[in-house]
């Protein structure tokens, strides 16, 4: 599964020591890259839960439906796509 995303910042996102959570809570930095409030998740990547392997996905940047799917030329060969490096925490659990 990938997916194109429009990035238009031009350098880093800082994130200050100050913005941390002072109450001990977890922070989520987005991984899938439709986050509204980049660096930190807004929860968009549950438009991403009906991903398929091998397939290449593009986005709405406001609606954040897909606007086109096509075959990934690049994906991994099937046995990594069945292995993932992280599996990603159950909904619940996100924030």
């Not at 990938?2 to 020591?17: C, F, N, Q, S």
């Not at 941390?20 to 986050?35: H, N, R, T, V």
């Not at 509204?36 to 998740?41: A, D």
């Amino acid at each position: 599964m990938a997916r194109l995303v429009r990035h238009e910042k031009t350098g880093p996102y800082r994130i200050d020591p100050a913005d941390f959570p002072k109450d001990g809570k977890a922070m989520w930095i987005c991984g899938c890259g439709l986050s509204s409030t980049m660096p930190y998740c807004d929860k968009s990547h549950n438009f991403c839960r009906t991903e398929q392997p091998g397939r290449l996905y593009r986005y709405d940047p406001v609606s954040k439906q897909v606007i086109e799917e096509r075959e990934d030329p690049h994906a991994a060969p099937a046995a990594a796509a069945e292995h993932p490096e992280a599996p990603l925490p159950p909904p619940d659990a996100m924030h």
